[in-house]
């Protein structure tokens, strides 16, 4: 079934997958990056946030953080911009 959905179909899963995380923390990050980033994306690139997604949030919190080693299959532009956190809005 997931192999039906359209760009944006996927986009709308990814979305809510990114903000329903689990933690605050990393539905901030995660929805964030999403939120900021996903209406330029490939299909590619979505791709790419879909892997992510699939990967515990406390390895790519400390891939985002760089406080460990970002697995090769996740370098690249993404990560670099994932990695400058200029997303993250945290109401008060």
């Known amino acids: 079934m997931p192999d ?3 760009l944006d179909g996927r986009k709308q899963r990814a979305k809510f997958r990114a903000w329903h995380r689990g933690t605050r923390e ?3 990050m ?3 990056f999403y939120d ?3 209406a330029d994306w ?5 791709a790419w946030f879909e ?3 699939e990967e515990d949030d406390v390895d790519v919190m400390a891939w985002a953080l760089k406080t460990a080693p970002t697995p090769p299959r996740f370098q690249g532009e ?3 911009a994932m990695q400058r956190l200029d997303y ?3 109401p008060r």
Not at 42 to 46: C, D, G, T, V
Request: no cysteine; net charge negative; glycine share 8%.
């Open 4 to 6: 039906l959905l359209t």
């Open 26 to 28: 990393a539905d901030y």
């Open 30 to 32: 995660m929805g964030g």
């Open 36 to 38: 900021r980033y996903n």
């Open 42 to 46: 490939s299909e590619n690139e979505l």
């Open 51 to 53: 892997a992510l997604l």
């Open 78 to 80: 993404l990560m670099a």
């Open 88 to 90: 993250v809005d945290i």
